[in-house]
T-cell receptor, first 114, second 115 residues
């Protein structure tokens, strides 16, 4: 059974650019959640996707958007990058939408905005 | 905004010592989860506690959920270097709208166990 994978592992961008991060969910999981983890902090919920539709959103601006595909893999897009967007971006897959379901996290993508 | 505060933020102890990490909130959560995160990896779930007053034991780790479901603690007995990592608590099913689907994480406790 393949776990959650994310790509790329590291990324360097400059202010104003756009970035796309990718996540492949664990086999059998239909729900993907994205989190932002700043250095020295716990992860913050960005949004969740369930069966290709956004199913809940945290306190992040609209320039953070996402997609989920029929195979349940997902993308996180961030437009107009700001310095404060530098963080580890984690995706987590789960077998359902409830927060009570165990979420399996990928290793993350480290984004640096210069 | 629901906040989970963890203490201490950093903890460095010698192998064999005991320690307790605390997770406190002003909000009620339906359940609390504890994760451990190692460098270059995502968090890994250790335990979920769902009932006020519940105590769960996982080998040398003991987890407790407060009676009012606003706080939790993690106690490690006879810590080992392999316990080193970032320990995160996360609340699920809080009373705020939209929170049924999301985890609210604490800021973490960085534990270092020295041999």
């Amino acid at each position: 059974e393949t776990g959650v994978t994310q790509s790329p592992t590291h990324l360097i961008k400059t202010r104003g650019q756009q970035v796309t991060l990718r996540c492949s969910s664990q086999s059998g999981h239909n729900t993907v959640s994205w989190y932002q983890q700043a250095l020295g902090q716990g992860p913050q919920f960005i949004f969740q996707y369930y069966r290709e539709e956004e199913n809940g959103r945290g306190n992040f601006p609209p320039r953070f958007s996402g997609l989920q595909f029929p195979n349940y893999s997902s993308e996180l897009n961030v437009n107009a990058l700001e310095l404060d967007d530098s963080a580890l971006y984690l995706c987590a897959s789960s077998p359902g939408t409830s927060a009570y379901n165990e979420q399996f996290f990928g290793p993350g993508t480290r984004l640096t905005v210069l | 905004t629901q906040l989970l505060e963890q203490s201490p933020q950093f903890l460095s102890i010698q192998e064999g010592e005991n320690l307790t990490v605390y997770c406190n909130s002003s909000s009620v959560f339906s359940s609390l989860q504890w994760y451990r995160q190692e460098p270059g990896e995502g968090p890994v779930l250790l335990v979920t506690v769902v009932t006020g007053g519940e105590v769960k034991k996982l080998k040398r780790l003991t987890f407790q959920f407060g009676d009012a479901r606003k706080d939790s603690s993690l106690h490690i007995t006879a810590a080992q270097p392999g316990d080193t990592g970032l320990y995160l608590c996360a609340g699920a099913g809080g009373i705020s709208s939209g929170s049924a689907r999301q985890l609210t994480f604490g800021s973490g406790t960085q534990l270092t166990v020295l041999p």
